[in-house]
């Protein structure tokens, strides 16, 4: 294998799981997600590299912009 190859595969890896690690500290966090069940949710984004993170994202783009998911939690606290 060629090393160029070794080096693309390294890096998209530590990409993976760095991103893997956020997603999963954001999906801890949250009281409610997309389809009312976080495992599936873990399981998507650990083992299904590069496109369970973006699916998730996709679903939850307030990751995104954290401002905004705090003043949604300002305005639950509120009607409850």
Known sequence: MDAEWIIRIV????????????LIRDLA?????FGKHKPPWA???????????ILYL???PQI?????SRQDK???KHTR
């Not at 890096?11 to 956020?22: R, S, Y």
């Not at 966090?29 to 997600?33: L, W």
């Not at 399981?43 to 993170?53: D, W």
């Open 29 to 33: 966090s949250r009281e409610r997600v």
């Open 64 to 68: 995104l912009s954290p401002t905004d």
């Open 74 to 76: 300002d305005q639950d």
């Open 11 to 22: 890096l998209f890896g530590i990409v993976h799981w760095v991103l893997a690690w956020v």
């Open 43 to 53: 399981v998507i984004i650990l083992f299904i590299p590069g496109f369970g993170s």
């Open 58 to 60: 996709l679903f939850h």
